[in-house]
């Protein structure tokens, strides 16, 4: 039977029941398991991956669903009889008749990878059991060609879940039976000529400067499963360049050399991202490289790693936390430490000068426990608190927005403007990265003012909307009076508008088209990407957030900006008029309203400007690293990212640890930071008190009531995904996400508050937000239709209808 392709790109979007490769990534391994997570990154990351997509675990749900399984296996699980349950679960899956709607949505997906076989494999969702996926514990079934037969291998993956090998490998590590789901990869097979596995690292001898490759003629599942033995191939990656050892290959061996140098680089960029040493399953075509699949290998003695033990936060320092949560969604990498201390410098230099006083820090300490580097010391209350009323009364009286204006951003331009890097000496390249660090430190704390005034004026201003409106009407209040700021963010957001439209109006001017984006790169291109670590790249480094968005900006019909200022003045005279009773009170809001307004605008505009030094920073770094790799110390110009920075100065300066320590170090380090990334998304999680609910409740942020689909956006990446009016559900915004808004129809985010990034931008573009809804991300989920109340701060969950989503934009079939 031919298949068509006509309606790939419709189907795309199916967020249920059908995750496609490009857009799973580890953020969705609950519903695509490991096996497809690690797909979606290696897309991600440029590699090439065979076509395909991840049959979700929600199909999972929705098959087994329809025939309680429980009632079906529980008495054979009870007993513990493994045997007799993988029979029942054998037969119960063959004879498994599949829900309408979601056979309708198999056999789309199916067909939408067009003539010619497809690989069908299991990928487990459960933490324990992502490595059994690769063990042999679940299934592939290879050469697939008709409808039928994908559709029994799919069953027969799902019945695979209920193996005796997989009950036992459960039942030994206590993981429940009836709560693990199994998804399913389905991708498009390439005629292999010669197929085998990279590892990253020597699993035999565990040397971990030595890579190791099998492959062999034909397929891999021959050479995986011990069938044959094919050619073994060693690669040295001590030194600055990959080294091909002699070793047990025929003659002529089945791998060209430039082919084994290649699938090296690959896997040393797979070990980066994943953060661990790859097992990785390959493929080799007239076309090229092909990979199938990678995990961490687990067979390795693993090194013992330092981690700070968890230390309770006084409530100061909880208040600066719920601040670096929603600015800083990774843990830091030693380098980024620069950050931290520029971020918690600006909040203790406050505290410090309206009277506080900090105990010392060691500069040791602060090495060894990076993992504490945003925690402020615990401040104590001295004498000088009694000179706060007249320091705050003169701060309150400061025009903010002019005083930045006029006195801050030329320094920050003139300091940060771009400089011919690969000309300066080493010692210029470190005089340069410390002044840099000085006045952005600088400049930080006299910005922390700023920001410690506006949430003064915020709870002043609360006690005058409270007086005039009650209680329940503050937040609605709030956010209209924060309507058409116009701040440096709606600019750049503008310019991306522009920039858009440019791309439609001259689709085949390549070179003006280049011209334009470099102009707009040059101008905005500081602007940070996942957060302000100098590790995550700013847009003119990393250009491809800026291409999502102009993807989804070239979807809308007209121009997406709206004027809310009427709404503004409306609510200014209203709340005027219900005080004007009280005496004083109406001029005391008037002037706080137009103060706080000159605040946010000024703690927009300084955000856009305080990038400029991250950007500087950032490039330094770059080239430190650049150098230390050509000088053999690194392996990549970005693992400079895992020096501290007295370390990085030393080793750029000569002072480098012998060849084998540095390498050990940062190994050891990148092993360090996986594990205090995981600790540190679990502090996320735990952050997420949000359990099942019809009703989400959150902060009010921009007023205004939408029903519509909802988009999980989970990164810069997913960007171009999101399609005009639906509604944007992410886990955390900063100014680079804010161009999405203009085909958002609402917005919710699970972290931030009224006077965030995201609800100043929603409002400019008068779009309702709400801020601050733990689990949004969890509990809704892709093509749900909900309900956004920016008003009352709340999201009202309706029916899943990801497969009428399907269908609206399933045509040609």
């Known amino acids: 039977m031919r298949r068509s392709r006509a309606s790939a790109a419709s189907i795309r979007g199916i967020g249920m029941y059908i995750r496609w490769l490009e857009n799973a990534s580890h953020e969705d391994f609950a519903e695509v398991g490991g096996k497809g997570a690690n797909l979606g990154e290696m897309l991600r990351l440029g590699l090439p991956v065979p076509q395909g997509f991840c049959i979700t675990a929600a199909a999972y749900r929705a098959a087994v669903s329809s025939c309680n399984l429980r009632e079906k296996l529980n008495e054979s699980v009870q007993r513990r009889d493994w045997a007799a349950c993988a029979a029942e679960a054998k037969a119960y899956f063959s004879g498994l008749a599949l829900p309408e709607e979601l056979l309708s949505v198999l056999v789309l997906s199916y067909r939408s990878l067009g003539e010619g076989a497809v690989a069908v494999r299991s990928s487990a969702t459960a933490e324990d059991l992502a490595d059994a996926t690769f063990a042999g514990q679940q299934e592939t079934y290879l050469n697939i060609e008709e409808e039928n037969e994908f559709l029994a291998a799919v069953r027969k993956c799902w019945a695979s879940l209920w193996s005796e090998r997989a009950l036992h490998y459960r039942d030994t590590r206590n993981v429940a039976h009836f709560a693990t789901d199994l998804c399913v990869v389905v991708q498009r097979m390439v005629p292999a000529e010669v197929a085998g596995v990279l590892f990253t690292v020597d699993p035999v001898s565990e040397d971990r400067g030595r890579m190791l490759i099998e492959a062999a003629s034909g397929l891999g599942e021959a050479l995986v499963s011990g069938q044959t033995a094919g050619d073994v191939f060693k690669l040295d990656r001590r030194g600055a360049n990959l080294i091909l050892v002699a070793d047990e290959f025929s003659q002529p061996p089945v791998l060209a050399e430039a082919t084994i140098l290649e699938l090296g680089r690959m896997g040393l960029l797979l070990e980066e991202h994943f953060g661990c040493p790859q097992d990785i399953e390959f ?139 690969e000309s300066l000496t080493a010692g210029e390249l470190l005089s340069r990265f410390q002044t840099i660090s000085l006045v952005w430190g600088e400049t930080m704390k006299e910005r922390a003012y700023g920001t410690f005034v506006m949430n003064i004026v915020e709870q002043l201003l609360k006690i005058h909307l409270v007086l005039a409106l009650g209680p329940r009407k503050v937040e609605e209040a709030l956010a209209d009076l924060l309507q058409d700021l116009g701040t440096r963010t709606t600019e750049v957001n503008q310019a991306l508008w522009d920039l ?124 430190c690293g650049e150098r230390l790799c050509a000088q053999g110390w690194l392996q990549r110009p970005e693992d400079v990212f895992y020096l501290f920075r007295e370390e990085m100065f030393d080793w750029l300066s000569g002072n480098v640890p012998p060849l084998a320590d540095a390498r050990k170090l940062i190994e050891r380090r990148k092993l360090t930071y996986r594990r205090l990334n995981n600790r540190w998304q679990s502090k996320l999680a735990l952050a997420d008190k949000g359990g ?65 990034h995201a609800a100043i931008v929603a409002r400019e573009y008068g779009i309702p937000a709400v801020m601050g809804v733990p689990g949004a991300t969890k509990q809704i989920v892709n093509g749900q239709e909900i309900v956004v109340d920016g008003g009352k701060g709340t999201v009202i969950l309706g029916q899943r209808t990801a497969y009428d989503l399907a269908s609206e934009r399933t045509v040609g079939l």
Request: hydrophobic share 40%.
């Open 283 to 421: 493929a080799v075509t007239e076309e090229g490289i092909w990979l199938l699949q990678a995990r961490p290998i687990t067979t390795l003695s693993e090194e013992e790693v330092f981690l700070p033990p968890e230390l309770k936060l006084r409530p100061i320092q909880k208040l600066v936390m719920s601040k670096v949560i929603e600015r800083f969604p990774l843990a830091p990498k030693p380098l980024d430490i620069v950050t931290a201390e520029i971020f918690i410098g600006g909040s203790m230099y406050v505290f410090d000068q309206f009277g506080f006083s900090f105990p010392v820090r060691s500069r040791a300490d602060e090495l060894e426990a990076w993992a504490h580097a945003f925690r402020i010391p615990n401040p104590k209350p001295t004498f000088r608190l009694i000179g706060l009323p007249p320091r705050l009364a003169n701060l309150l009286r400061r025009d903010w927005k002019v005083w930045w204006d006029e006195e801050r951003r030329e320094r920050l331009e003139k300091e940060c403007a771009p400089a011919p890097l």
């Open 500 to 623: 858009a439209a440019a791309a439609q109006a001259h689709p085949n001017d390549g070179e003006y088209l280049q011209e334009s984006m470099a102009g707009f790169l040059q101008k905005y291109g500081h602007r940070e990407g996942v957060t302000w670590y100098l590790s995550t790249p700013v847009w003119r480094n990393d250009p491809r957030p800026v291409h999502s968005l102009l993807r989804g900006l070239a979807r809308l019909d007209g121009y997406p900006f709206a004027s809310r200022s009427d709404r503004q003045r409306r609510t200014r005279e209203r709340i005027g008029k219900r005080l004007r009773f009280l005496p004083g009170f109406r001029s005391s809001f008037n002037r706080l309203a137009d103060l706080y307004r000159n605040l946010q605008i000024f703690e927009e505009n300084s955000h856009f400007d305080l990038t400029r030094p991250l950007a500087a920073l950032q490039e330094i770094s770059i080239q």
């Open 692 to 756: 099942p609910s019809s009703t989400l409740t959150g902060k009010a942020a921009s007023t205004g009531v939408v029903r519509g689909k909802a988009r999980i956006i989970g990164s810069e990446m997913d960007f171009h995904l999101l399609e005009p009016g639906e509604i944007l559900v992410c886990p955390y915004t900063n100014p680079s996400w804010t161009p999405l808004f203009a085909s958002a129809a609402a917005v919710v985010t699970e972290t931030g508050n009224a006077v965030s």
